[in-house]
């Protein structure tokens, strides 16, 4: 099946960028997405980006998709303490992949320290 | 735009008892889903709903595991009887049937279980 990787743990200092990666399995992915989790909520979409796709800016947030080594990464600029929290890497799996299905990564605990 | 509802927050068990969690969906989201997040690990898709059909069920543990939407809105997730690696967060999200792909998942603050 499906399978998508994150490292676990992410210290930054406030005011730096961060860069936190994921790689999946899926060849046939059509959406990659990433979400933010924070202590005792769900989760929040924080950017998705389209398979065919390299990068995607959204404010202080960059997406960087290498699709030949499966490849994702998420740079926040200007990390701020509100920024501190689980980050959710998740794929959306092209007709053989399960179709409208999700697979998340392990997830990234990001602790900005300042 | 009120969003995703769950309940209870907080559940403690006793193993081989039952258990049931409610869930109310963003008002006119036809796609419904449950989730089980251990402790470390990412959400893993339970059970989707469309209305009030099962679209994919094909990771929850039908054994002890069912979930019910019988009016195409709010939604039971129950396990019977509990066992200890049950313990975990339980996420209720919900989607706009033929939304655009940003408009993905919208989650609930989930349901966190533990079994003793």
């Known amino acids: 099946g499906e399978d998508v990787e994150q490292s676990l743990f992410l210290s930054v200092r406030e005011g730096d960028s961060s860069v936190i990666n994921c790689t999946y399995t899926d060849s046939s992915s059509t959406y990659l997405y990433w979400y933010k989790q924070e202590p005792g909520a769900g989760l929040q979409l924080l950017t998705y980006i389209f398979s065919n796709m390299d990068m995607k800016q959204d404010q202080r947030l960059t997406v960087l998709l290498n699709k030949k080594d499966k490849h994702l990464s998420l740079r926040i600029a200007d990390t701020q303490t509100g920024d501190s929290a689980i980050y959710f890497c998740?794929?959306?799996?092209?007709?053989?992949?399960?179709?409208?299905?999700?697979?998340f990564g392990t997830g990234t605990q990001q602790k900005v320290e300042l | 735009e009120a969003g995703v509802a769950q309940s209870p927050r907080y559940k403690i068990i006793e193993k081989r008892q039952s258990v049931a969690f409610w869930c109310n969906p963003i008002s006119g989201h036809a796609t419904l889903y449950w989730y089980q997040q251990i402790l470390g690990q990412g959400p893993k898709l339970l059970i989707q709903?469309?209305?009030?059909?099962?679209?994919?069920d094909s990771q929850l543990p039908k054994d002890r595991f069912s979930a019910e939407r019988l009016k195409g809105v709010d939604s039971t997730l129950k396990i019977q009887p509990a066992k200890l690696e049950d313990s975990a967060v339980y996420l209720c999200a919900s989607r706009k049937l033929a939304g655009a792909p940003g408009e993905t998942q919208y989650f609930g603050p989930g349901t966190r279980l533990l079994v003793l």
């Open positions: 998740a794929e959306k799996g092209g007709l053989t992949g399960g179709g409208n299905k999700l697979t």
């Open positions: 709903f469309q209305n009030n059909g099962v679209v994919d």
